[in-house]
């Protein structure tokens, strides 16, 4: 399932799955993520895209992405039990580890 609240992401999303012979697989919906209840899988794949940072600047999960990072991370895992962030290869790695254990404190599993 790929969950999306933008209509053209989803619209790429789906033509990118048609290129790569996996659309048949995935079911497309337009919605907010945080807003979905009841969703269960085996694992969540997160892609933030509006990554606001400038070239060459070392990437802060805190700065540059949204500042609901830790409750959609919080509901990934309440969706599945593995998650995926794609993130870019500079980001700052102390900032992902102080972002997850500030989640496990807050709710440990």
Known sequence: MAIEADAQKIKEARNNARVYDVEHKIDFVQARFLQMR??????????????KHQPHEQFSVFLHICEDIQKIIEHALDVAPNICIKLPCYTNPKEIG????????????
Do not use: C
């Open 38 to 51: 009841k969703l269960k899988a085996d694992v969540v794949f997160l892609a933030p895209t509006e990554l």
């Open 98 to 109: 102080a972002l997850f254990a500030r989640i496990y404190s807050n709710n440990p599993k």
